[in-house]
């Protein structure tokens, strides 16, 4: 057993206590290799914001369980020789079993999603409940859902959303013991949310019915990617086949944000930026095959994203 507190890393508790009260959200970007690592705590230092490092269960496979805790550790580490002691939790997103949740605290998560969302509602309150049973005893923080979200995460995919039924919130928090609760209010999952014309559009007025039941309980919002359109139209010139696509509108997060939602998940618009990068140095400079040529712009890239979500669309900076 690795405790994340020996790695120097933090649970989310008292980060989302002041996001609450202090009207922001914590960013939660995905990452899977060391550029996005770089990339993310650069701009987290930089900008003075807390930040939750998180990983799916199909990226803790591609990168692998004992490098990603090391990673996360030198990521600790990197933020302090950058100048700036972050507070960083090491998050895992969209656990899928109990098996799962239990094998990452003992590699040193400080946080866990169990997402059993899928399920009928009394499996996911039991699954829930198991999770953070086995977590608060290593004073780890379970993050749970209700509702069902469009979009494809990991091998999961769903055509329509489910709204969060607020009337069940109170219920599932009690019943469960879980420290955050992700909610269904409009986002969705992957870079290809909205066509051109529809209209995003996040529920203020869910999410709000939802604040009356929990007053400040920590609330995550998922599928929080904007799909900026220069950048996919960059990816498109540079060779892309990227289809048309939009996302979730920078003001509305900002607008959720000011409420109990203390966390936002952010990957696909990091994924985009890399690509648009990438594809950029191989088209303007086929003659390079150093990775360090294309992936050092793709962290810039990356880097530039982030400092940009964390000032304009989570309101973090100098919070840390
Ligand atoms: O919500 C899903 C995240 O974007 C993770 O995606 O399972 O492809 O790593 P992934
Ligand atoms: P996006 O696909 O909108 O970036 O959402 C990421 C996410 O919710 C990770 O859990
Ligand atoms: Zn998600």
Do not use: W
Not at 25 to 34: E, H, I, L
Not at 43 to 51: F, L
Not at 68 to 73: D, F, G, V
Request: glycine fraction near 8%.
């Amino acid at each position: 057993m690795v405790s994340y507190k020996s790695l120097g890393l933090v649970n989310s508790r008292e980060l989302f206590k002041k996001a609450v009260a202090g009207g922001y959200a914590v960013p939660a970007f995905n990452f899977n290799n060391m550029e996005q690592m770089q990339a993310i705590i650069q701009a987290c230092v930089e900008e003075k914001s807390p930040v939750i490092l998180q990983v799916s269960s199909g990226a803790r496979k591609y990168a692998n369980q004992t490098l990603l805790r090391y990673m996360a550790q030198g990521a600790v580490e990197y933020a302090k020789e950058l100048g700036c002691n972050i507070p960083i939790v090491l998050h895992l997103d969209h656990g899928d079993s109990f098996e799962l949740c239990k094998s990452c605290i003992e590699y040193g998560f400080s946080s866990v999603m169990i997402d059993g969302s899928h399920l009928p509602y009394d499996e996911n309150v039991a699954l829930t409940k198991k999770v953070v049973e086995f977590a608060h005893q290593h004073d780890v923080t379970v993050e749970g859902e209700l509702g069902v979200l469009a979009g494809v995460e990991d091998e999961v995919s769903a055509e329509t959303h489910t709204y969060t039924r607020p009337e069940e919130v109170e219920d599932f928090v009690k019943k469960t013991g879980v420290d955050s609760l992700a909610i269904s209010i409009g986002t969705s999952h992957g870079a290809y949310k909205f066509k051109p014309g529809q209209k995003p559009e996040i529920r203020l007025d869910i999410l709000h019915e939802i604040e009356k039941r929990i007053p400040g309980f920590p609330i995550v919002l998922h599928g929080s990617s904007s799909v900026p359109q220069d950048i996919v139209a960059e990816i498109n010139k540079y060779g892309g086949a990227l289809k048309d696509s939009i996302g979730i509108p920078e003001e509305q997060l900002r607008e959720a944000s000011k409420s109990a939602v203390c966390e936002i998940n952010i990957d696909s618009d990091g994924r985009l930026a890399m690509t648009a990068a990438i594809r950029k140095v191989f088209v303007e400079k086929p003659e390079e095959f150093d990775p360090r040529k294309y992936l050092g712009p793709a962290r810039d890239k990356l880097k530039e994203l982030y400092k940009h979500k964390v000032v304009y669309v989570l309101g973090s900076n100098g919070k840390a």
